[in-house]
C-alpha cells in the first residue's frame, strides 16, 4: 500500500493551491480519506475527510468554506482544493486512509496508511 501526496509549493497569501494523493494497492472507494496537516513545533491536526463513497465531506473549522475535498475513484485519488490561503495553512500536508468509526475520523491514530506528506509555505 502506498500513498503519495504531490502539489505542495509556495503560495501568496489569498491564493489557491491543489494537493493530490494517489494510492496504489488499496481503494479508496470504500474507505474514509483524511488530509492532515502539521506545522512545526504543532502536533498534526485535522484538515478534513471524505467519506466511503465519497458520500460526505467534514472539515474542521479552519478551513470551512476555504478548502474542499474531493475524489476520483477512476484514479483512484483524493484532491484537497486550498483557497484563500492564509499563513496560518502553513504546514506539511499528509494524506491518509483508514476505516474508523465516524466520531474518530478526525483522530490520526485512526488511520493506517499514511502518504508521505507535502510541504506548502503560504506567504504573507
Known amino acids: 500500500v502506498q500513498l503519495q501526496a504531490s502539489g505542495g509549493g509556495l503560495v501568496q497569501a489569498g491564493g489557491s493551491l491543489s494537493l493530490s494523493c494517489a494510492a496504489s494497492g488499496i481503494s479508496f472507494s470504500n474507505r474514509y480519506m483524511g488530509w492532515f496537516r502539521q506545522a512545526p513545533g504543532k502536533e498534526r491536526e485535522f484538515v478534513g475527510a471524505?467519506?466511503?463513497?465519497?458520500?460526505?465531506?467534514y472539515y474542521a473549522d479552519s478551513v470551512k468554506g476555504r478548502f474542499t475535498i474531493s475524489m476520483n475513484n477512476a484514479k483512484n485519488a483524493v484532491y484537497l482544493q486550498m483557497n484563500s490561503v492564509n499563513p496560518e495553512d502553513t504546514a506539511f500536508y499528509y494524506c491518509?486512509?483508514?476505516?474508523?468509526?465516524?466520531?474518530?475520523?478526525?483522530?490520526?491514530?485512526?488511520?493506517?496508511?499514511w502518504g508521505q506528506g507535502t510541504q506548502v509555505t503560504v506567504s504573507s
Open positions: 491518509a486512509t483508514g476505516s474508523p468509526i465516524h466520531s474518530q475520523m478526525f483522530f490520526p491514530s485512526a488511520y493506517g496508511y
Open positions: 471524505i467519506s466511503r463513497f465519497g458520500l460526505n465531506t
